[in-house]
């Protein structure tokens, strides 16, 4: 008796069928015992050890079962014959080639049953594929060869009884909808983020609310989070001043002209809140920040001369706001995926201008990974 045991994670093998509709050529095992009108007529010659053929496939799938924001991704297994490619001959006994058929129908429902509930078990392993292969050809061959093939109908007889019991004892659980123990995994990942910042005196006689794009390089393990970012901002289209030195070397403002900021930051941070939905984590960085203005003026060439408060140095601290929009868990792993919200306050001690406080306000997505302990 041919056997067809797929179970792919991904993809489905072809089988060589030249029906149209190969659905319709199906018969799953939940639908019902067989019948005899659900195989094809062929005769043997009295050599020939099998007198029926069942052509059968296990299929699995992946299915997703959610829970709030939780998406737990199970696997769905369907056991079915095909119709086209199932024969018996109806001259040698029929109706116990039927029954032989039938019980190994059922005996392999058990194993799927099995392999199921492991696969979506804890303990499911890169191994639970390769042994419930083995496991079920080994079942499959000893059947084949104690009911030779079909025509020892005792021996048909005691595995319907043996195998009835296990169809009431083995039962097939749920999908899972809990999380196991679970444990970090580290998480490297880039993000492209919305920042804005207020100044407030000195620099908030010349610059109005900066906004900006940041790129930030983020190494995430369990609850700990850091970060390296590189900040853009503009002053979103208004005219802000440029400062230049009087005739007194004072420090002066030019009405009128446009900037920029450019930031280098590193962060870390710890999740002291984490729940299903929501963390919280105080965050401190340290990094640099220039101010960059246009003078109004230009060189020989035309292009226009920009002046710069140099790179000072930046403390930073204040509080990173994480919403756990999905969370996906699959075999080993726990992803969750967040947006971020990043209040922070920044002192910058400007050379020419002295210390100047901001308010910086980000906004970016992050992935976190754990894995099955």
């Known amino acids: 008796m041919r056997k067809i045991f797929v179970f792919m994670?991904?993809?489905?093998?072809?089988?060589?069928?030249?029906?149209?509709?190969?659905?319709?050529?199906?018969?799953?095992?939940?639908?019902?015992?067989?019948?005899?009108?659900?195989?094809?007529?062929?005769?043997?010659?009295?050599?020939?050890?099998?007198?029926?053929?069942?052509?059968?496939?296990?299929?699995?799938?992946?299915?997703?079962?959610?829970?709030?924001?939780?998406?737990?991704?199970?696997?769905?297994?369907?056991?079915?014959?095909?119709?086209?490619?199932?024969?018996?001959?109806?001259?040698?006994?029929?109706?116990?080639?039927?029954?032989?058929?039938?019980?190994?129908?059922?005996?392999?429902?058990?194993?799927?049953?099995?392999?199921?509930?492991?696969?979506?078990?804890?303990?499911?392993?890169?191994?639970?594929?390769?042994?419930?292969?083995?496991?079920?050809?080994?079942?499959?061959?000893?059947?084949?060869?104690?009911?030779?093939?079909?025509?020892?109908?005792?021996?048909?007889?005691?595995?319907?009884?043996?195998?009835?019991?296990?169809?009431?004892?083995?039962?097939?659980?749920?999908?899972?909808?809990?999380?196991?123990?679970?444990?970090?995994?580290?998480?490297?990942?880039?993000?492209?983020?919305y920042d804005f910042e207020y100044y407030f005196e000195p620099v908030s006689v010349a610059y109005k609310p900066l906004n900006g794009v940041q790129a930030l390089v983020y190494l995430n393990y369990g609850r700990f989070k850091s970060d390296i970012s590189y900040t853009w901002s503009w002053c979103g289209g208004l005219k802000t001043d440029s400062f230049y030195y009087d005739a007194d070397k004072q420090y002066q403002w030019r009405k009128g002209e446009t900037g920029r900021s450019d930031k280098f930051l590193i962060k870390v941070g710890y999740d002291v809140v984490d729940t299903k939905y929501i963390s919280v984590a105080p965050m401190v960085g340290v990094g640099t920040t220039t101010l960059i203005q246009n003078t109004g003026q230009k060189n020989e060439k035309g292009d226009i001369i920009n002046s710069s408060i140099g790179a000072c140095n930046r403390l930073t601290a204040g509080l990173s706001f994480g919403f756990k929009y999905k969370r996906v868990y699959n075999d080993w792993h726990l992803t969750e995926n967040m947006v971020r919200l990043n209040v922070l306050a920044a002192r910058s001690g400007f050379k020419e201008l002295g210390p100047a406080w901001s308010l910086n306000v980000g906004v970016t997505v992050e992935s976190r990974y754990w894995k099955r302990k």
Request: hydrophobic share 30%; charged share 25%; with cysteine.
């Open 9 to 193: 994670m991904t993809a489905m093998v072809s089988l060589p069928l030249n029906s149209q509709n190969i659905e319709d050529q199906k018969v799953y095992w939940k639908d019902g015992p067989l019948t005899l009108d659900m195989f094809q007529t062929r005769h043997t010659r009295e050599s020939d050890k099998p007198v029926s053929f069942l052509e059968w496939e296990i299929h699995n799938t992946d299915t997703v079962v959610r829970s709030g924001n939780t998406r737990f991704i199970s696997h769905k297994m369907d056991l079915y014959m095909y119709k086209s490619l199932s024969w018996y001959d109806p001259d040698k006994s029929p109706d116990w080639s039927l029954r032989y058929n039938q019980a190994e129908f059922d005996l392999i429902e058990v194993l799927r049953r099995q392999c199921q509930n492991a696969l979506n078990s804890d303990s499911v392993s890169f191994e639970t594929n390769s042994y419930y292969r083995k496991l079920l050809n080994t079942t499959t061959e000893t059947f084949d060869v104690e009911t030779d093939y079909g025509k020892d109908t005792a021996a048909i007889a005691r595995y319907e009884e043996q195998i009835r019991r296990q169809l009431e004892t083995v039962k097939e659980n749920p999908p899972r909808n809990t999380l196991p123990l679970l444990v970090p995994q580290s998480q490297i990942g880039l993000s492209l983020m």
